[in-house]
């Protein structure tokens, strides 16, 4: 953990073109999917982020041949060496989408041993939608202190139908079940499930794999097991959260920004809260997409000089994504009015609103519910980074402060975001990390 802080001043308008990194949450499942396909597989558009890095470290440990090209993004990792099927605890501990590679060893070795995760600060986080959904689909499961071992029970290639009811549409859920059920034998339902945009690369590199998958009406995910699956190339998608990020920049220093490799269809309602704040967005399209439907690639905007309240609440795909929650929220901190937001994902994702107020927000919170009542200026201060969203949170609030703003906490920041404070700076933004203090 990095002792380091992050300092900012007071920015004018971000101005200027970026072009996206691959999305962090894209690229952490499909590492671990390359685990079911015995062979050499190629990445793209791979962020470098602490995350990417421990998710590399685990697949080596398993025995996989990893090779990470950092300047251009590209990683190659070869899974035929796979010997090892133990998830130790310190990865664990350090990144809980480690829980994802219980499908794919699963699937592909017939067994797993991971170490259980810890509490989380933004929640409870529990695994047991994973943990019922394979039960279901016939592994054995159980506890050995801090481990969970996992077996394919010899009875599992009789099922040939497995209807998976999630009770809640869970990401990691979702992808952990449909990896797995990928080389089950027979056909497995997936009901209630997950359809964020990461979820659906994860669906575009099995199909590339050889799996057969299909999304059906009403949030199934239809999959029919097959023998093998083969290695694959692929460019990972690029990171919604980074373009929310880097627009929300734009809007809280009354800036203009160009994305262009931004998809707009996979933050729609996101882009409608920011029009409804006043600010100018346009979309691109590109109805020539090879995969049928229309991307809208590339977001432009303008910002108001007089940001208006909004009100939202955060919720599954299509809704309000819960990442970008804490960002959103410092920028309605010097919005015009008031405004309401409603965290439902996850129960303790307010945090920032705390050392948003230290800045001089007047924000009021109820468990899951602010309250923001927009204000003139906030005030440079001394905050904490509580998880990843709040330290994107506090950067963006720094950036419009009076005076120096210094977060700590920036290990979180390191685990989401690759180079993003070069991104911001190449926009004009004051903002300088201090990795050692
Ligand atoms: C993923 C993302 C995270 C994002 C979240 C929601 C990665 C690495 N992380 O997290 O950035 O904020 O999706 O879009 O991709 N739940 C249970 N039991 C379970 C699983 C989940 O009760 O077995 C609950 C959680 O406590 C939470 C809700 O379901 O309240 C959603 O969690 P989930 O969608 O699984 O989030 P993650 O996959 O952990």
Known sequence: MSNGHILLRKSSEL?????LTGA?????VIIASLILANGKSILENVPNSADVQQMIALLTDLGAQVYFDR???RLEVDTSTIDRFEVKQEIMNKMRASILVMGPLLARFGRAKVALPGGCLIGARPINYHLLGFKKMGVLLEEAGAFLNAVLSSHHSMQNHNRIILE???????????????LVPGETYIINAALEPEVLDLVDVLRKMGAKIEICDGMIIRIKGVDKLNPINHSVIPDRLEAGALLLAACITQGEIHLPTARADHMDIFLEKLREMGHEVTT???????LGYNMHQGIKLKATKFPKAVSFKTGPYPGFPTDLQAPTMATLCIADGVS???ETVFENRMMHGQELQKM?????????????RGVEMLYGAEVIATDIRASCALVLAGLVAVSQTKITGIHHWRRGYEKLERKIKLLGGNIEIFDEE
């Open 15 to 19: 101005h200027g073109t970026i072009e």
């Open 24 to 28: 962090k949450n894209a690229v952490l």
């Open 168 to 182: 809640y549409p869970s990401v990691g859920a979702t992808e952990n079940l449909m990896m797995f059920a990928t």
């Open 71 to 73: 300047e251009n993004n």
């Open 284 to 290: 691109g399209t590109n109805p020539a997409s090879d």
């Open 360 to 372: 001089g927000a007047q924000i009021t919170i109820d468990r899951t519910h602010a309250t923001i």
């Open 340 to 342: 309401t937001v409603e």
